[in-house]
C-alpha cells in the first residue's frame, strides 16, 4: 500500500472512530500518531514528533487569544449582560408579533458580540429568555427554535473563537475576518426576526403579543446595556483603530467585562473561581482538539493527500462554483454530528488547497476570507439542522414540557432562512468583503 492510499484510507477510519464515540481530539492523535509511524517506519519518529509539534503547536503567540476570549464569556455571563441585552431589546419589539422572539434573537446577536460561543450563546439566552416566552404563551416548539436559531449567532458575530482558529490554519489576519463576519451576522439575526414575523402571520395562535413600553422605560432598558457596549467597542473599536492586537484586545476585554461583573455585584469569589474553571475546562477541550488536528494534518501532509486531491479537482476541469457548493454541502452534512471547531480543524487542510487553487475572481486573501465565512455558517446551521443539531438538544432540555420533535417542526423556517442568506453570500462575495475592502 502506497503512502497515499494510506492517507486516503486514514480519513474514513477516523471518521469510524469519531462515531464510535471517541473523542475527536483523541481519534485524531491516535490515526495521526499511528499514520505516521506506518508510513516512516518507526517509532523514533513518532516521538521526536511529539516533542517538536506539541511545542510548534502551543508556542503559537495567537492561541493565546482563545482562553481570553473564552473568559470574557464566562464574565458576561455571571455579570448578569444577557439579562439587560433580552430586557432592552423586549422593550423595544416586544409589542410586536412575534416580538418577545425577536427580542431573544437580538439578544443572542448581542451577547455573541462578547461571548464567541454558540453553544454558551444559546444555553445562557435560554435561562433569560425562556420564561417569558413562555409567560407570553409562545408554543415550546417556536421558543426552543427560536433560541437554538439565535445561538449559533454567537459564534458568527465577532469575536469568534472558531475564527481565530481558522484564519490560524489558513494564516489569514484575524482582524479582517472578523470584519468580513458582520455583515453575514447582521443578516442572520434580520433573517430570523423576518421568519419569525412570517411564521406569526401564518400561525398566529402560536404567541401573544406584550404589552407598549413607553419610550421612558426603553431608554432606561437601553442605558442598562452600556457595559455591553463598552465592552465591544474596547475589544473591536481597539483593533480597527490600530489601539491593540487582537490578542491584546482579548485581554482587555477579558479585564473590562471581569469589572463590570464586579461592579454590577455579579462576580462573588465563588464565581470567579467558577469562571477560571470553566475557561480552563474549555481551553483544555479545544487545545486537545488543536493538538490532535495538528498531528493528523501533519500526517496527511506526509502522505500528500491534500496536494494530490486538489492536483485532482484542478485537472479534471470542474466548475468552481460546483466544487464550492459539494464542499458546503459536505459541512452541511457532517456539521449535524460534529461540533464547528473540529469540523474546522479536521477538513481545512484538505479543502482549502482545492479552494485556493480555483479562480472565483477573487484576489487569493479575499478567497480566503470569503470561504471561512462561507464554512462557518454552514457549519452552524448543522447545530440546528435535525435530527442531531446539537442546539437543538442544548434548549430542549431547558423545556422539558416541548417534544424534540416539535422542535424540529419549528425549526424548519430558520433552516431556510439559513440556506437562503448562504446562497446569497455564495452568489455574491461583494457582501461579506464588502467592509474589510473598504476599511482596508
Known sequence: MTDLQIGIFSIPFLLFLIFLRMPIGLAMLVVGLGGTAWVTGGSLVVLAKLKTETYSTFSSHSLSIVPLFLLMGQFATVGGMSTALFKAAESWLGHRKGGVAMAAVGACAGFGSICGSSLATAATMGQVAMPELKRYGYSGGLSTATLAAGGTLGILIPPSVVLVIYAILTEQNIAKLFLAAFIPGFLAALGYMITISLYMRFSPGNAQVRERVPYRERMKAMWDVWPVLIVFLMVVGGIYTGLFTPTEAAAIGAAGTGLIALANKGLTKRNFQDSILKTANNTAMIFIIILGASFFNSFLALTQVPQEISSFVITQGFNPWTVLIIILGIYLVF??????????????????????????????????????????????VGLITPPVGMNLFVINAMDRKTRIIDTYKAVMPFIASDIVRTAILVAFPGITLFLMRWFY
Open 335 to 380: 456539521g449535524c454530528v460534529m461540533d464547528s471547531l473540529s469540523m474546522i480543524l479536521l477538513t481545512i487542510p484538505i479543502f482549502f488547497p482545492i479552494i485556493s487553487n480555483l479562480d472565483f475572481g477573487l484576489t487569493a486573501e479575499e478567497t480566503a476570507i470569503w470561504f471561512g465565512i462561507l464554512v462557518l455558517i454552514v457549519v452552524e
